[in-house]
């Protein structure tokens, strides 16, 4: 289900798995309203204008500085995941069809709104529920006269599972690196090659804390577009009981990053996998790393999908 009121937040995806019966592979609130309220561990949280986290909150943008909103967790000095997760989104429209169903939802923001983001933009975002998944597009709009905007966003679902026994394969069209990050956990602007999410290993069990070995890394997968048009990143979904469930996050050509999460279980109790598509790198509006720069009247278009791979 998809939670208007709250910033478009994905709370359960229900979808044929192999064996043909209907499976939520999505970790969400459970229809606990303080949790919702809370925006609790982000989950299933639609990221918008930015995603993961800008540097102390502060970047500079024609000329002058400008200060977001500090939300990160505690020990950490960021504005984390941007703005829309507060808002009540606009339901623009449904759509219906013989094998698939759209629910098309807006935001709109003005220059006074939010002292730390002064510009117009637009969202609207199409969640499209078809035989194959869950797509969800996103088009943002500079409504702006004069003056360009910063832009990049993501989304965080918590894919439900024994994160230990699952399995996290980044697409093997393409070589991938790991972003070193400072205590602050911002990209230093280093990489490392990385190649352990290929499918050998599961996430694993760490014997020393109890709990899933640890990630909370960003990822970036280096690859032409004519060769790698669009990013598939497969995940082994495992359950207590052995069963196991394919899905495929599979992102265009605007997404060339993605974040992995295993703290779930230690964080919350619940164990889940947080796979985060991201169409820049964090603290873009500082590094410009694939950040998207929107002109007056500019459109960015945006994609992924979360669907269960069947062949």
Known sequence: GINAEYGGKLESVELLNTQGKLQNIILGHHSNVSLVLQNYAWRGALLVPWANRIAGGTYTWNGKKLQLPINDIEGYHNALHGLIWKHNLVVIREEFGENSGTLVLGHSWNSTDEPGYPFDLDVEIHYTLNDQGLWVKLIATNKMDQGSLPFYHGMHPYFACDSAKS?????????????????????????????????????????????????????????????????????????????????????????RFVHVYTGSLESSGEDALTVEPMSAEANAYNNYVDLHILDPGQVWKGEFGIYIKRT
Not at 191 to 197: E, Q, Y
Not at 226 to 232: E, G, I, L, N, S
């Open 167 to 255: 399995f996290v394969i980044l697409d093997p069209c393409m070589s991938w690196e790991r972003l070193e990050v400072d205590s602050q956990l911002i990209p230093t602007g280093k990489t490392t090659p990385f190649n352990l999410f290929n499918g050998s290993a599961p996430i694993g069990f760490d014997s020393k804390t109890g709990y899933p070995v640890f990630y909370d890394a960003e990822f970036r997968g280096l690859g032409s577009l004519p060769d790698c048009p669009r990013v598939k990143t497969t995940l082994i979904l495992v359950q207590k009981d052995d069963t196991s469930t394919p899905v495929v996050l599979e992102q265009d050509e605007q997404f």
